[in-house]
């Protein structure tokens, strides 16, 4: 595990009130899901985000060895991108409105912790 998938499982159990590893765990549900969707030919939807696709491209030889060429999309649910045009219009977002009212603090607070 690096660096940033620590830091990234701390910020979300911080978030979501929940443990490291009941965080971890669930995450890696997320990526066993997200290839049995992908076995099954259909899109991930992924609660408060959106929906997830995978399709194979090719597998390439290359110097390291075998790459797999996959083309993923990720379409991002309408609530989450109204969040980002509030922020790129200088507004205070629904999300940030609500981690006020949690107190909750920022990635980078509960990353540098």
């Excluded at 992924?46 to 491209?57: A, D, L, S």
């Excluded at 309408?78 to 009212?101: F, H």
């Amino acid at each position: 595990m690096t660096k940033t998938d620590r830091d990234l499982i701390k910020a979300v159990s911080a978030l979501s009130n929940q443990s490291f590893e009941a965080t971890k765990a669930v995450l890696d549900g997320l990526y066993k899901q997200a290839f049995i969707s992908y076995l099954e030919g259909k899109e991930m939807h992924i609660p408060k985000i959106g929906t997830f696709t995978m399709k194979f491209v090719e597998d390439r030889v290359e110097r390291r060895g075998k790459v797999t060429i996959v083309d993923a999309k990720l379409n991002l649910l309408p609530e989450l991108s109204r969040n980002i045009g509030q922020e790129q219009a200088g507004e205070i977002t629904d999300i940030e409105n609500q981690l006020l009212k949690q107190n909750i603090k920022t990635f980078d607070q509960v990353a540098d912790e």
